[in-house]
């Protein structure tokens, strides 16, 4: 865990793949513990800390979440997210690249409970909820493409469900398509960056999550670099 952005009302840290934001069945320590034990070591806080969850993200992506530290932040952190005020943007590596390199898909998306996995489908069916994304390709490799993309909808999976769906799924993501998994057991999805007014201060927070250090995102990230150069 790093921390990217905090005071009194929020913090937002960077969650590593692998992390879970709260407790699951798994038992496994959950990123809001080890947000609130650092809370609590570092202000010297007695008793219990309290840390509001305001979303949370897939087990194998990681990037930056957002935690409430008051019960005023929570209620309007909560709010926001519901109004889609808050405003995210992912990186995603995929395979193949995609045949437009920049468009909206829209889809209708079931959930499956037991699979713990979501189906994209091109018109409305029973039990689906529109899903609405937009993405760009802002980088190309020799396998790889980078892109940028921002969601208008929050559904379970949207991303790697509908980037499967169009026949590009993430790097890694066997759930979805992917040929082959990651070492590590992430899937090469991130939160990259996050803005939004202030629940309090009301001024503008718009924090950037690190890319991973690793030769296939910098490979890819250095090409993206000289294209926008040249084209400059």
């Excluded at 309090?200 to 993206?224: A, H, R, Y």
């Amino acid at each position: 865990m790093t921390v990217i952005y905090e005071d009194n009302h929020i913090i937002i840290v960077h969650k590593e793949s692998g992390e879970i934001v709260q407790k699951d069945k798994t038992g496994d320590t959950p990123l809001s513990d080890i947000v609130k034990d650092y809370i609590k070591e570092k202000y010297q806080k007695p008793g219990n800390v309290f840390l509001g969850v305001v979303h949370r993200l897939d087990r194998p992506v990681s990037g930056l979440v957002v935690f409430a530290r008051t019960s005023k932040a929570l209620s309007r952190l909560n709010e926001m997210f519901r109004k889609g005020e808050v405003h995210k943007t992912y990186w995603a590596l995929v395979q193949p690249s995609p045949s437009i390199n920049e468009a909206t898909l829209t889809n209708w998306l079931t959930r499956n409970e037991q699979q713990n996995k979501s189906y994209a489908y091109n018109k409305e069916v029973p039990q689906s909820k529109k899903a609405v994304l937009s993405y760009r390709q802002i980088a190309q490799g020799d396998q790889f493409s980078l892109l940028e993309i921002k969601l208008m909808t929050g559904r379970h999976h949207q991303i790697r469900c509908q980037l499967a769906h169009m026949g590009c799924p993430i790097k890694g993501d066997l759930k979805y398509g992917a040929k082959r998994s990651n070492p590590d057991g992430s899937i090469s999805l991130m939160a990259r960056r996050i803005e939004f007014t202030h629940p309090v201060s009301q001024k503008t927070i718009c924090v950037e999550s690190p890319v991973p250090q690793n030769s296939l995102w910098n490979k890819i990230l250095s090409t993206g670099n000289s294209r926008k150069e040249t084209t400059l």
